[in-house]
C-alpha cells in the first residue's frame, strides 16, 4: 500500500522560516507535489520534485531525497497569508496514482 | 481562477438519494481527477480520466462512477448516499496524465451536506 505522514500542525512567527516535512511509503514512486489550501478554498499547486535536490520558487522551497523516502517544503519570510494548510502528495504507478498526505495546517502568528 | 468550474458549488440531499456533480476542466487539459475532502481531513483519490477513458482509480466506493464525456467534462455519480458522503468533492484538471504532467488545478469544489 502507500501511505504518507505529515505535521497535523505547525506554528510559526511571521518573517521566520518553517520546514515541513513528508515521509511515504509507496512501490513505483514517481515525484512529489506540494499543494497550499486556505480555509475553504481549492488546493493550489506548489511544487513538484521528481529527482532528488532542491527546487526553488520565489519564498517556497521544495526537497525530495528519494533514497530516504523523504521530501519537505520550506516557507522562508512568513507571512501571515501563508497561513493555510499545505499538501504533500505522491505519484506513483503507470497512470499518474496520486496520493494525498493529510496535511499540515499552518499557523503564522505575529 | 484555476479555470476549472465545478457545478453546484452546493448541494444538500437525503440519505439514499443519487446525485450528479459537473466539472469542466481548463481549456486544453485532458485529464480530469476527482478527490473527496472530508471535514479537517486530507485529500482522498477518487478517480482520473484522461481523454474519456478511466486511467486511474483510487478509493471510489462502488456506489460512485464517474466518466469524462467527449467534450471532456465530467461528472461524477453519488448514488445510495449516506451521511458519511457529505463533503467537499473537488475536481482538478491537468494537461497529460503522464508524471510529468503534474500540476494540477482545483475547482472550487461542489459541498455536498447529505442530511
Known amino acids: 500500500g502507500q501511505s504518507l505522514e505529515q505535521p497535523s500542525e505547525v506554528t510559526a512567527v511571521e518573517g521566520a522560516i518553517v520546514q515541513i516535512n513528508c515521509t511515504y511509503q509507496?512501490?513505483?514512486?514517481?515525484?512529489l507535489s506540494w499543494y497550499q489550501q486556505h480555509d475553504g478554498g481549492a488546493p493550489t499547486f506548489l511544487s513538484y520534485?521528481?529527482?532528488?535536490g532542491l527546487e526553488e520558487t520565489g519564498r517556497f522551497s521544495s526537497f525530495l531525497s528519494r533514497s530516504d523516502s523523504y521530501g519537505y517544503l520550506l516557507l522562508q519570510e512568513l507571512q501571515m497569508k501563508d497561513s493555510a494548510s499545505y499538501f504533500c502528495?505522491?505519484?506513483?504507478?503507470?497512470?499518474?496514482?496520486?496520493?494525498f498526505g493529510t496535511g499540515t495546517k499552518l499557523q503564522v502568528i505575529p | 481562477d484555476s479555470g476549472v468550474t465545478q457545478t453546484p458549488k452546493h448541494l444538500i440531499t437525503a440519505t439514499g438519494q443519487r446525485v450528479t456533480l459537473r466539472c469542466s476542466p481548463r481549456?486544453?487539459?485532458?485529464?480530469v481527477y476527482w478527490y473527496q475532502q472530508s471535514l479537517d481531513q486530507g485529500l482522498q483519490f477518487l478517480i482520473q480520466?484522461?481523454?474519456?477513458?478511466?486511467?486511474a482509480k483510487g478509493n471510489i466506493l462502488e456506489r460512485f462512477s464517474a466518466q469524462q464525456f467527449p467534450d471532456l467534462h465530467s461528472e461524477l455519480n453519488l448514488s445510495s448516499l449516506e451521511l458519511g458522503d457529505s463533503a467537499l468533492y473537488f475536481c482538478?484538471?491537468?494537461?497529460?496524465?503522464?508524471?510529468?504532467?503534474?500540476?494540477?488545478?482545483f475547482g472550487q469544489g461542489t459541498r455536498l451536506t447529505v442530511v
Open positions: 482538478a484538471s491537468s494537461v497529460g496524465a503522464g508524471a510529468e504532467n503534474t500540476e494540477a488545478f
Open positions: 509507496t512501490s513505483g514512486f514517481y515525484g
Open positions: 520534485n521528481g529527482l532528488d
Open positions: 502528495a505522491v505519484y506513483s504507478g503507470g497512470y499518474q496514482k496520486v496520493t
Open positions: 481549456s486544453g487539459d485532458l485529464s
Open positions: 480520466y484522461y481523454n474519456g477513458e478511466e486511467r
